[in-house]
């Protein structure tokens, strides 16, 4: 089973930067395909970054270009989501995600972090 857990999450100005970090324990051989997702209060949770195993590859929500650059460190067994230039509308929880193989693809989330964008 694998556990992801967030941080970095807190309140910040319109305009501002935080770095979120994704931290996953426990037995596995690798970390696939990873995501970050977010939900906002009455609204359903979205895709914002997706990136590959290696870290070679990775795709954005339209809403996220340009401000935001999804990295990982597989040494450190670490995923990690730079967010710039952040607007209201970035505020959600702020959740990561990978899938491992029981025999079927499982999806793994972690508990979320929190993300204000206010003034």
């Known amino acids: 089973q694998v556990q992801l857990v967030e941080s970095g999450g807190g309140l910040v100005q319109p305009g501002g930067s935080l770095r979120l970090s994704c931290a996953a324990s426990g037995n596995f051989d690798k970390l696939y395909f990873m995501d970050w997702y977010r939900q906002a209060p009455g609204n359903q949770r979205g895709l914002v970054a997706s990136i590959g195993d290696r870290g070679s590859s990775a795709n954005y929500a339209n809403s996220v270009k340009g401000r935001f650059t999804i990295s990982r460190d597989n040494a450190k067994n670490m995923l990690y989501l730079q967010m710039n230039s952040l607007k209201p509308e970035d505020t959600a929880v702020y959740s990561c995600?990978?899938?491992?193989?029981?025999?079927?693809?499982?999806?793994?989330w972690g508990q979320g972090t929190q993300v204000t964008v206010s003034s």
């Open positions: 995600h990978t899938q491992i193989w029981t025999g079927t693809w499982q999806s793994i």
